[in-house]
């Protein structure tokens, strides 16, 4: 029903910034909860950061707050990753992902049922 596609990814020293964008398919796009994920190689797939459908409240994992914001533009069907002040240990595959139609925020990958294909994010010492 969803199809999301992320961009934005690359290589970037310690320190820079990136910002990731993620491009949703569908007319239903303002009722569903967004989230980013991230998965470095032989990890499990951590939770990064969320939004609601409804309220756009936003929520970090600790590794990432101060340094990550996450944002929606509904009119472009469109969820954002700004990352600030990176580190290598960002170095991972970010995913979007979304959860719906009207339900509250999760960090639980199983909890999304749609995600992007991922885009690779380096970060360099």
């Known amino acids: 029903q969803v199809q999301l596609v992320e961009s934005g990814g690359g290589l970037v020293q310690a320190g820079g910034s990136l910002r990731l964008s993620c491009a949703a398919s569908?007319?239903?796009?303002?009722?569903?909860?967004a989230g980013w994920f991230r998965q470095a190689p032989g990890k499990e797939r951590d939770f990064v950061a969320a939004?609601?459908?409804?309220?756009?409240?936003?929520y970090y994992a600790d590794s990432v707050k101060g340094r990550f914001t996450i944002s929606r533009d509904n009119a472009k069907n469109t969820v954002y990753l700004q990352m600030n002040s990176l580190k290598p240990e960002d170095t991972a595959v970010y995913y979007c992902a979304v959860r719906g139609p009207r339900v509250g925020v999760s960090n639980k990958a199983s909890d999304y049922a749609y995600w992007g294909q991922g885009t690779q994010v380096t970060v360099s010492s």
């Open positions: 939004i609601t459908w409804n309220t756009g409240s936003t």
């Open positions: 569908g007319r239903t796009f303002s009722t569903y909860t």
